[in-house]
């Protein structure tokens, strides 16, 4: 099933049909627009706080990891934090690609697919992005992206727990090696 909406604006009576053709005849606009997505809506909104708590434990980690092995990271582990993205210097384009690729194969999804840096629409240098999501461009799952340009920083984010987030931080460090 996708995932839609919209907005209808117009006359009562066409509002109405829309309505109920949208949900059945005789119930339109009074069960509201759900559009069969009620479980998924309340799913998220239970299980966002864990998600979130997960993330941000993903990031504290690889924040530490990363630091004790040298890395110049943002925020530090012991910072405090205004969003789920973890930055990661690596000074150096191959760190920045293993990285990047260590996250892959630890990931849920995709994990036999090797991330390459590419041209793409928008950014001025490549890029390398390493995603293994269950939803496309997701980033609250884990995910690593950075530009192959200097000082080759790595942006670390997601995790919807923090045993996944952590397996893919610890594959991405085994690749740096």
């Not at 943002?74 to 969003?83: C, F, L, M, Q």
């Not at 789920?84 to 697919?113: W, Y």
Request: proline share 5%.
């Amino acid at each position: 099933m996708h995932q839609i909406g919209a907005y209808v604006a117009g006359k009562k009576e066409y509002i109405e049909l829309i309505a109920e053709r949208l949900t059945a005849p005789g119930l339109g606009k009074d069960v509201g627009p759900s559009l069969g997505i009620n479980k998924s809506f309340l799913q998220g909104i239970y299980l966002a706080p864990s998600v979130v708590a997960s993330s941000l434990k993903t990031a504290v980690f690889a924040s530490k990891m990363l630091e004790e092995l040298g890395y110049d990271v943002s925020p530090k582990y012991n910072e405090n934090r205004t969003d789920i993205v973890q930055t990661i210097e690596f000074g150096d384009e191959e760190k920045l690609i293993k990285f990047c690729q260590g996250i892959q194969r630890g990931s849920a999804v995709d994990s036999m697919a090797v991330p390459t840096p590419y041209d793409m629409p928008g950014y001025a240098d490549k890029v390398i992005m390493a995603s293994g999501s269950f939803t496309q461009g997701s980033s609250i799952e884990l995910s690593c992206d950075g530009p192959i340009r200097v000082p080759y920083v790595a942006f670390l984010q997601g995790g919807l727990t923090y045993e996944y987030g952590k397996l893919g931080v610890l594959k991405a460090i085994q690749a740096l090696s």
